[in-house]
Structures are given as structure tokens and as C-alpha cells.
């Protein structure tokens, strides 16, 4: 196992109460040393964060929610402009590439027909695209709340863990705008501006447009291919709002953002496989168990440079990616005296076409023995000793090389409309109703295909003996051995002929299948929702709501698998309905001091595992159900210069959706199941301070115990490689990206300098504890070893506010760290791993006109 990060975190443990109280005292030691000054400071102190993670507009500090809210300014002065910095400072979040978790909760399987566990709502409007944080530093974002815990009352779909809010900035009725410009190590280059103003009496409008560029990071040593791992993004919004009247406005929002980048084929730090793979009569030689492809790196002629350097590898395909994603938006709202009714529709559209080396490696040092996986094949049909053909003229092995290919093409439409009404009224009751509707049609498209001269086309004995004379009594090609003179197969096809398994080449011979899959889904949900607030007193509200969601799917897969899977194909169908609910009690219990309880229920759809290589059915999961018990306690102290927010909760979890993996034919597949319970307990806590009138600290820590309850399963891989094939009780194994501990502390220093202007230097600081990528919790292959990161900003903004200057950098320490695993190739025994970025810094301008 490869290890990235020579930073280690042995021993390091906290305890919630002990951070809660260290940050009690901490602030209640400082404050007490200068009460007086304090309350004499001419500060605002915390900036009022106003959020609708409710859907109605309430003050942060007074939500009945385990929420973390980040402003566009505060996004600014902690340098956060991707996910990875949400992470830094949310609690209990993970994200990485193709996967979101809160407090445990996430999406076992990127398959179609699986579901997220975390909902992503841009602008009231749910989409499944991760890659919504990485479109251009949040550039037209005006808030990000991170909602923690089951939203499954008030929220469209699939937010049994929770949800994170996008809301983008509105067309203002004064002229203003920004030009920003970034450059750093890497060649990282940010040009963006936005323009917003009235368009007349009625109408205002707010467009953005950026550009983002940056060299690639890992270096290709192939070097007449290419590096890969760069950045080249580009993204417009525009934004038309119309006031119609008082009570009665309407919102066209359309955006569209562009990626065409190389991407990286991945990560692979450990050291190849080169020895041939020799398994005797059980397997075909030069093949492990549990795989249907030859082990490409076998003979391989030079080491993994990665396992030096984790930046560097050695492929001969360039890798593409080309992205687009366009949303429509449009929302309107009308106010008739205490009602106010909302309609949100959206259409999201997205293409995604991807080729990546599949094997990781560069044919040009391949070296895989066919003389000597001849002579095996050749003795496992009879022939005593095997025949063994060397190079007629050297007397050296033949050998063969690959060179392998991965593609993806996907896309998607979703389309969604709500209806929603909140009442205002002057009483202790009120409520919030609606109806939702969701479509989504998606298709998706993936293959690996492997090429090479002896392997999918042309025949090694036939192009080293074919030109001999007959009279010689050499082989003139390998279909002399299968019975059938003039047959010149490659090596695949050699075995499949021989032992009757399919074969599937290319369209144009130049290659053949390893695998393929075409994935077809639509998706329906409905839903129907109401919770009603009663207001006992004016310390005491109780809040009582309702949704029944209704999800139908409908689709199919065409999948081939060479040696296991013919070409096969699978339609079905399915629904499946639920009603959840909420309960809540919200105190306040003064003006600074508010207490909230609730216990609420979550609820997954139901799913498919299309595209899995199996002949068996689609594995069909039942829906997730999820019961939280939560308490929260959020403290203003000081005048409002410091804000305590502590959550404390339970989760019990019933048929939670769990990614394990069989091994079928030969081949080790992904399988979708229902485990059978699980339950989370954790604490969060979030803290902001002015120590000072212009010291400010914020810190957060979450701590997670998860585990699962009752869940036996046996790990293919492990019985593949390692030939550990029993079945396994995982009861008591912390569910997948769950560390138990995470925390962050950032330090803002403001120093006025008059007329002059302000400078702000702002330094943060983040732990992620350990955590797994499986379900299995192997230390070998799923443990993710905890990490940390440093961050600084140095800025300088003009006394008017229209000029600010920026130094940054980012992982300051340069440790690219290991954010998940994926699992061990049973074709090469690698394992490829997601990291971190490494340390990025640069200068910013930014100039603010009105």
C-alpha cells in the first residue's frame, strides 16, 4: 500500500465534551478579561447570516437545523472557492469527486439507477452533478448552506442525510459588478467578471462569466503524449429578474459550463505485478482469478514511477474529457395578503465523453510471455510438455504488449416543477404546503477495449513462422492448434475459441471488448408535502410535518463481458412509495439563547444496478429508511461576538443501501444490496468569536460513531486475490467515509489602516480522522488515513472597498493526501486512490465598481 502523507496522527483523540468545553472556556476566559472593553467596541459583531433551509428566510442562529452557511464575503475571507474547502470547515462532511457524505450517509454506488443520500439544490431546483462546486470558485454564489440531517418533510429527493443549498446572487437594482483575476503556481489562470443592474422600471439583470485554467499535475513520462490532471473551464450564468409589483416578481436564470480537460487515469502508487501470472488448469495462463483480462503489466520493463513520485506515470493514451451542463431556471412568487405562493421549474441538461487509458501503463514496455502462456494453453488440451515457440531467429520469448482503452459517454435531462404556499399569518398557526413533480431521462455509455498486436488482432505464431516453408514442419498459425488451419486469432480470441466463451471486436478490428455496457433510466417521483408551525408561546413553537413521495424507474442494460457475459440485455421497472415525517419542538429560551428537539424520518427511493457485468438479474435494492432523533443548542454571547452551536443526534437506519462485490464467471462485479441496520451517533460543534474588536476565530468539530448493526457479506475481491472467500459478519464496522473525528480552527486578523484601506490575514487549519472506503474496513485496501491542511490569505482592500489585492496558498505543507480508495483491480492487483491537490498559491485582483 502506497503511503502519501508522512504526516501521522497517532494517538491524536478529542473528545465532544471536551471540545465543547474548551470552547466555552476559552471564550468565556477571554471575554472575562476584557468584558468591559468589549462591550464598549465599536464592532457588529458576527455577521448575521440569513438562510432558507426551512423554505422561509431565519436568522442562522435561530434554526431549529444543524446548518453550516457561508455568505460570499465569508467564502472570500476564508478563501473557500471549491469543495474541498466546504469540507475544511462543514462538520461531518465528506466530498469527493462522484460521492457526498454527511455524518455517514452518502451514495454507495455511482451505477444508474442508484441514488444520492445527500440532495444537491441549486437554487431550490435538485440536480445529482457534484461538479456543481467546482464550476468557477463560486463565482455568482451568494450562499452555501450545508443542512445536516434527514430533510424529508420540506426537500424534493433522495436528502435522507441531509442537503447543501446553492443560491445564486440576484439581479440588483443599483449598476455594479466585479472584474477578478487570478494567476498561481501551475499556471493556474482565473479571468472573470460580472455586470448587474436595472433593466428599466421592471426588469434587472446580473450576468457572470469565467474562465479557469491550470497546468496539469501529474506528469506523463511518455512525454510525446502528454501530462494530465489539468483544468480548462469555462461558465456564464445570466440572471433575468422582473418585479412585476410589490408582491408579485419572476426570475429567468440560465447557465452553461464547459469542461474539456486530460483528465488523470488515476492514481496507482504500488509497484507492478511483473511476474507472470502462472496459476495452472484452474485458470487460463497469464489471467489472476476473478478477472477476464490478461495482466497488461506482466514482464513490464520498468517500475511504477509512481511509486516514487505519486505525480508521475507512464501511459500512451492522452486521456479527454469533455463536459457541458446547461440549467434553466425560472421561478416566480407571488404574495396575495398572508399566502405566498412559489413556482419553481427547472431543466438541467448534461453531456459527459471521456476516454482514459485503461491500463495505466505504456505498451511500449510491455513485455507479457506468449511463448510461455502458449506452452500452458497447449498443455492443458492434451499435448504432453505443451509446445513452446520462441522466436524462430533469436530463441528469445514472444512477447506481446497492451494497450487498453477506457470510454464513458453519458448524458442526462432532468426536469422538475414545485408548487409551494407559506403562510404569514398574524396567529399561532401557519403552515407550508406543496406539490413536486420530478423527471429525469439518462443514458449512459461504457467500455473498456483492449488493442495490441497478438492480443485482440493478429496472430503472434502466424507473424513469426507463417513465412517458413511447409517443409520446415513449423506452425504457419494458431488455428493449427485449434483444428482449423488459416484461423490467425489474437491471444483472446485463441482462448475464448478455445474453451467456447464470447468475443466481441471492435467495429473496425482494431481492438475487442473486455467489457461493455449500455444503461437506459427514466425516473419519476411526485410528492406531496405539508407541515404546520404552532406558535404556544412566544418562547415555545412546535412544528409537525408530512410528505408522501412516490419514485418509479423504468430502464434496461445491454452488457457484454468477454469469457463471462454474452451480450445480454435486462428490462425492468419498479415504484416505490413512503411517507416520512417530522416532529419539532423550537425554544427560546431568551433572546440569545435558542434549543431545539426533533425527530424526523428520511427516506431513500429504491434502486437499480444497471451496467453491472453479470448475466444474473439487475440487483433491484429496497428504499433506505432512516429514523434521526436530534438536539440542538445555539448561544449568542457578548453582544453577539460569539456564537455557540452544538447538535447532538441519533440515527437508527433500516435496509441501508450498501455497494459490495461477486464474482461471477471469472469476473468480479459490483453488486447493490440492503444491509440490514445501522445506526450513527455524533456531536457537532460550531464556533465564532471576535476575541478581540478585530481578532476573530472560528472553529468546528464533528465527531462521528458509526457502525453497522447487522450486515453480513463476503468480499469477491479478497476471495479473488487473496482466496479469502468466507462470508464475513461486518457488524460493528464504521460505515463508508465516516471519519470520527473532524475539526477546523480559522484565525482572522483585521488590521485598519484609515484612509489607507484594511488588510486581512487569515489563517485556517483542518484534521479529517481516519476513515474507509468499504464496508469491509480492510486496513490493506479501504482504510483512508487521516489528514490536515493549512491554508493562508493575506488580502488588501481599498478604504472604498473597489480595489482588494490577495496573496494565497493552499495546502501549504504539499501533502497530497488520499481522500477515498477504490477497489483493487483483480486484473493487475492495483489500487487506485483519489488525492488532494497539491499546494497552490498565487495573487488575486479584484476591482468592485458600482
Known sequence: MMVLNTTKHNGFKLTPLAWALICISASSTTFAQDQDADETAETAGIEVISITSTKRVTPLMETGQAVSAFSEASMAEMNIDGSQDLVQYSPSLIITSSRISIRGVGRPTTALGSDPGVGIYTDGVYNTENGIFEYCNFCDIDRIEVLRGPQGTLYGRNAVGGAINVISKEPQRDFGGYLNLEVGNDGYLVTQGQITGPLGDTFSGIATISKIKRDALQENLASDVGNLDNKDRTYYSMTLKADWTDNFSSSLRYMNYERSENPSPGYLGDAYPTEFVNLGAANLPGIYPGSNALNHVSGYTIPNPAVNDIN???????????????????????????????????????????????????????????????????????????????????????????????????????????????????????????????????????????????????????????????????????????????????????????????????????????????????????????????????????????????????????????????????????????????????????????????????????????????????????????????????????????????????????????????????????????????????????????????????????????????????????????????????????????????????????????????????????YVGEQYSRAFNRSDWDQVDSYDRIDARLSWTSASEAFEVAAFVRNAADERDVLRYSTPSTVTRLQNAELSDPISYGLQLRYNFD
Not at 477506457?406 to 407550508?432: K, P, R
Not at 475487442?512 to 449500455?518: E, I, S, T, V
Not at 432523533?629 to 437506519?653: I, M, P, Q, R, T
Request: glycine letters at 10%; one cysteine or more.
Open 312 to 766: 508521475q506515470t507512464n501511459v500512451d493514451t492522452l486521456g479527454q474529457q469533455d463536459v457541458e451542463t446547461t440549467r434553466l431556471t425560472f421561478i416566480s412568487t407571488l404574495t396575495v395578503d398572508d399566502l405566498e405562493f412559489k413556482y419553481t421549474f427547472g431543466d438541467n441538461e448534461f453531456t459527459y465523453d471521456s476516454i482514459a487509458d485503461g491500463d495505466v501503463s505504456n505498451a511500449a514496455f510491455g513485455g507479457m510471455n506468449f511463448s510461455e502462456m502458449f506452452r500452458q494453453i497447449t498443455t492443458l488440451v492434451g499435448i504432453p510438455g505443451g509446445v513452446y515457440l520462441p522466436n524462430p531467429v533469436t530463441g528469445a520469448p514472444i512477447t506481446v504488449a497492451s494497450d487498453m482503452t477506457a470510454s464513458v459517454i453519458q448524458s442526462g435531462e432532468f426536469t422538475s416543477h414545485e408548487l409551494q404556499v407559506v403562510s404569514n399569518y398574524d396567529s399561532a398557526l401557519n403552515f407550508i404546503a406543496g406539490v413536486y413533480y420530478f423527471n429525469s431521462k439518462e443514458s449512459q455509455y461504457s467500455d473498456f477495449v483492449e488493442r495490441g498486436f497478438g492480443l485482440m488482432q493478429g496472430d503472434p505464431i502466424a507473424a513469426n513462422y507463417g513465412g517458413f516453408p511447409p517443409e520446415f514442419g513449423l506452425p504457419a498459425d494458431s488455428g493449427t492448434f485449434l483444428g482449423v488451419p488459416g484461423f490467425q486469432p489474437g491471444l483472446y480470441q485463441f482462448y475464448s475459441s478455445l474453451i467456447g466463451a464470447p468475443f466481441e471486436a471492435t467495429a473496425n478490428g482494431d481492438g475487442g471488448f473486455l467489457y461493455y455496457g449500455q444503461n437506459d433510466l427514466e425516473t419519476t417521483a411526485t410528492a406531496l408535502y405539508g407541515q404546520l408551525e404552532y406558535q404556544v408561546n412566544d418562547e415555545l413553537a412546535l412544528t409537525a410535518g408530512l410528505r408522501y413521495s412516490n419514485d418509479e424507474k423504468s430502464g434496461g442494460d445491454d452488457v457484454f463481458a468477454y469469457l463471462s457475459v454474452p451480450k445480454n440485455q435486462h428490462q425492468l421497472d419498479d415504484s416505490w412509495s413512503k411517507v416520512t415525517w417530522r416532529l419539532q419542538a423550537d425554544w427560546n429560551v431568551n433572546k440569545d439563547t435558542f434549543v431545539y428537539g426533533y425527530v424526523s424520518t428520511g427516506y431513500r427511493s429504491g434502486g437499480f444496478n444497471l451496467g453491472a457485468a453479470t448475466a444474473a438479474p439487475v440487483d433491484v435494492v429496497d428504499p433506505e429508511e432512516l429514523t434521526a432523533f436530534e438536539v440542538g443548542y445555539k448561544k449568542s454571547l457578548y453582544n453577539n461576538n460569539v456564537n455557540l452551536s452544538l447538535a447532538a443526534y441519533y440515527y437508527d437506519y433500516a435496509d441501508l443501501q450498501v455497494l459490495s462485490t461477486v464474482t461471477e464467471g471469472g469476473v468480479t462485479t459490483a453488486a447493490f444490496d440492503n444491509a440490514a441496520e445501522a445506526t450513527v451517533i455524533g456531536l457537532e460543534a460550531e464556533l465564532q468569536a471576535w476575541l478581540t474588536a478585530d481578532l476573530r476565530v472560528m472553529a468546528t468539530y464533528s465527531y462521528t460513531n458509526s457502525e453497522y448493526d447487522n450486515y453480513t457479506a463476503v468480499d469477491s475481491t479478497a476471495c479473488a486475490i487473496l482466496g479469502e472467500c468466507d462470508i464475513q459478519d461486518l457488524s460493528g464496522n464504521q460505515l463508508n467515509m465516516a471519519p470520527e473525528t473532524k475539526l477546523s480552527l480559522s484565525v482572522s486578523q483585521f488590521f485598519a489602516l484609515d484612509d489607507m484601506g484594511t488588510v486581512l490575514l487569515t489563517a485556517g487549519y483542518s
